[in-house]
């Protein structure tokens, strides 16, 4: 069971920037694609940013290509999110997670992890 622990989220004001920490637990962190999740106040979890196992690659939802990096320290187990230009829609709670693939990743399909309590991210207009 891969344990995940989210971390960096505040209010901010729009056109901020935050960055997001995710520690995962284990020595199997470099073999896992990463990603983000996130899930505002009545809607759906929904995929934000994938990054794969070595971090040469990333794939990111629309609605934030552009101004979220992910990044990852396979030395550190830890995964981050840094999110520019920050948006009232990209307030939510934001949730990391593991999965075979970068591709698997964005679908949301065969994820490794329970999901943690993730971190909430305000942005105030």
């Known amino acids: 069971q891969v344990h995940l622990v989210e971390s960096g989220g505040g209010l901010v004001q729009a056109g901020g920037s935050l960055r997001l920490s995710c520690v995962v637990s284990?020595?199997?962190?470099?073999?896992?694609?990463m990603g983000w999740f996130r899930q505002a106040p009545g809607k759906e979890r929904e995929f934000v940013a994938a990054?794969?196992?070595?971090?040469?690659?990333?794939n990111y939802s629309d609605s934030v290509k552009g101004r979220f990096t992910a990044s990852r320290i396979n030395a550190r187990n830890t995964l981050f999110l840094q999110m520019n230009s920050l948006k009232p829609e990209d307030t939510a709670v934001y949730y990391c997670?593991?999965?075979?693939?970068?591709?698997?990743?964005?679908?949301?399909?065969?994820?490794?992890?329970?999901w943690g309590q993730g971190t909430q991210v305000t942005v105030s207009s």
């Open positions: 997670n593991a999965g075979p693939s970068t591709e698997a990743i964005s679908e949301m399909l065969g994820l490794y992890g329970a």
């Open positions: 284990g020595r199997a962190f470099s073999w896992y694609a």
């Open positions: 990054i794969s196992r070595t971090g040469f690659s990333a």
